[in-house]
């Protein structure tokens, strides 16, 4: 039985220990950033095949108490390294802390790189080159205020990146944090989604991947197939139960929309690139004045949010307006907004039924919940 980590986006720890138990894992620990669990390595292999709330599933190498920089040296060169990968991959080492007494991360840093190619040296007369852009096998150090742990990185490139050729965009919403959003709405296949704001279509392409059982990983590589104990043998299997899974690609109850031509057809590329293009309709529209697309389901977007002082008067005199749209249309429905800006429920003019805090990366957000009922919220809050 091994030891894991499974990073993922704060506030979707505990969805992410269900996706895991539900894969066989036995959870140890959930704390704010990940989850700890043990398993086989085909618990290992199946997480990253198919989660989609992970960031990063994490090995744990190495953990023990410290109190010096040599404490933390001595714990990583007591791992067998060599018998991990051979001396040819090149490697990276990433910190993180959390009350660390110590002076120095980038210089624990540097220790713990020395003490792999000092035990490399010690076994096979060689030391294994640096690579802090692309490197074959990453090495994850955490410290507490009196404990350190070492990791080595299965996942390779983060989860998030499923791995299909998306149209080049920079995406506000990683993918992991937008199939969280949608598990925390509650959203199953078959019922209505719309995201009226669809930009490059995050939502729409996690929604219809869930809807065609499609593993999330199934077109990427991983960082363990670099790994000397790799079982390609077990990963083929893995791999040809999650094809036989996958179901064809038909229509879908899935709408996407935006104001922007630009975006829709960004978003419209990015379906076709992952072979989702005939399972969700979209089109150029504005939410205010467009209709639901039937009559209830679940509405999610990521509106925009201001950061200079113009953008953020325009978006007050638009949240009145969005908050009167749904009353006016979209009874019946369920709609989620993730927003990092703090006057958005205030404007919005409708009273949030639920608020969850989430981090879009070191963005902190609140996940706001309206259940639009006929004939209910007709008041200003």
Same mark, same amino acid.
Not at 95 to 121: E, G, W, Y
Not at 238 to 260: C, H, K, N, V, Y
């Given at each position: 039985?091994?030891?894991?980590?499974?990073?993922c986006?704060?506030?979707?720890?505990?969805?992410?220990?269900?996706?895991?138990?539900?894969?066989?894992?036995t959870?140890t620990?959930?704390v704010a950033?990940?989850?700890g669990?043990?398993g086989? /390595?085909?618990?290992?292999?199946?997480?990253?095949? /198919?989660?989609?709330?992970a960031?990063?599933?994490?090995?744990? #190498?190495a953990?023990?108490?410290?109190?010096?920089?040599?404490?933390?040296?001595?714990l990583a060169?007591?791992?067998?390294?060599?018998?991990?990968f051979?001396?040819?991959?090149?490697?990276r080492v990433?910190?993180?802390a959390?009350r660390c007494p110590?002076?120095s991360?980038?210089?624990?840093?540097?220790?713990?790189?020395?003490a792999?190619c000092d035990?490399?040296r010690?076994?096979?007369?060689e030391?294994?080159?640096?690579?802090t852009?692309?490197?074959?096998?990453?090495?994850?150090?955490f410290l507490?205020?009196r404990?350190?742990?070492?990791?080595?990185?299965t996942?390779?490139?983060?989860?998030?990146k499923?791995?299909?050729?998306?149209a080049? #965009?920079?995406a506000?919403?990683?993918?992991n944090?937008?199939?969280g959003?949608?598990?925390?709405?509650?959203?199953q296949?078959?019922?209505?989604?719309?995201?009226?704001?669809?930009?490059?279509?995050?939502f729409?392409?996690?929604?219809a991947?869930?809807?065609?059982h499609i593993?999330?990983?199934?077109e990427?590589?991983f960082g363990?197939?670099?790994?000397?104990n790799?079982?390609?043998a077990?990963?083929q299997?893995?791999?040809?139960?999650?094809?036989?899974r996958?179901?064809?690609?038909?229509?879908?109850?899935?709408?996407g929309?935006?104001?922007?031509?630009?975006?829709?057809?960004r978003?419209?590329?990015n379906?076709?690139a992952?072979?989702?293009?005939?399972?969700?309709?979209?089109?150029c529209?504005?939410?205010?004045l467009?209709?639901?697309?039937?009559?209830?389901g679940?509405l999610?977007?990521?509106?925009?949010?201001?950061?200079?002082?113009?953008?953020?008067?325009?978006?007050?005199?638009?949240y009145p307006?969005?908050g009167?749209?749904l009353?006016q249309?979209?009874a019946?429905?369920?709609?989620y907004?993730?927003?990092?800006?703090?006057q958005?429920?205030?404007?919005?003019g409708l009273?949030a039924?639920?608020r969850t805090?989430?981090f879009?990366?070191?963005?902190e957000c609140r996940?706001l919940?309206?259940k639009?009922?006929?004939?209910?919220m007709?008041?200003?809050?």
């Amino acid at each position: 039985m091994e030891r894991f980590f499974a990073t993922c986006p704060r506030g979707l720890e505990n969805q992410l220990a269900d996706e895991l138990t539900a894969s066989g894992a036995t959870i140890t620990e959930a704390v704010a950033g990940g989850v700890g669990f043990s398993g086989e /390595w085909e618990i290992c292999y199946r997480a990253n095949l /198919w989660s989609r709330l992970a960031t990063r599933i994490l090995w744990r #190498v190495a953990h023990g108490p410290y109190r010096r920089e040599e404490d933390i040296y001595r714990l990583a060169h007591d791992v067998p390294w060599h018998s991990l990968f051979t001396v040819r991959r090149t490697l990276r080492v990433y910190m993180t802390a959390i009350r660390c007494p110590l002076k120095s991360l980038d210089f624990i840093t540097l220790r713990i790189k020395d003490a792999v190619c000092d035990r490399f040296r010690a076994e096979t007369g060689e030391r294994p080159s640096v690579d802090t852009v692309d490197p074959n096998v990453r090495i994850h150090a955490f410290l507490s205020d009196r404990e350190a742990t070492v990791y080595l990185d299965t996942s390779g490139e983060p989860l998030y990146k499923r791995g299909f050729k998306y149209a080049s #965009v920079e995406a506000p919403l990683k993918e992991n944090l937008a199939a969280g959003i949608l598990r925390l709405a509650g959203w199953q296949p078959g019922v209505p989604l719309l995201d009226p704001m669809c930009g490059s279509g995050t939502f729409l392409l996690e929604a219809a991947m869930m809807a065609h059982h499609i593993a999330p990983g199934l077109e990427r590589k991983f960082g363990f197939f670099r790994l000397a104990n790799f079982d390609a043998a077990l990963w083929q299997k893995l791999l040809s139960e999650a094809e036989s899974r996958r179901l064809p690609a038909e229509p879908q109850p899935i709408f996407g929309s935006d104001i922007s031509p630009d975006q829709v057809e960004r978003a419209r590329q990015n379906l076709a690139a992952a072979g989702m293009h005939e399972c969700v309709q979209l089109e150029c529209a504005d939410l205010l004045l467009r209709n639901p697309p039937a009559s209830e389901g679940v509405l999610v977007a990521n509106p925009p949010y201001g950061v200079r002082l113009e953008e953020a008067e325009r978006l007050a005199a638009f949240y009145p307006k969005l908050g009167d749209a749904l009353k006016q249309r979209f009874a019946g429905w369920r709609c989620y907004f993730i927003s990092a800006d703090p006057q958005m429920p205030k404007l919005i003019g409708l009273k949030a039924s639920k608020r969850t805090p989430l981090f879009n990366g070191a963005l902190e957000c609140r996940l706001l919940e309206y259940k639009m009922v006929s004939g209910q919220m007709r008041d200003r809050h």
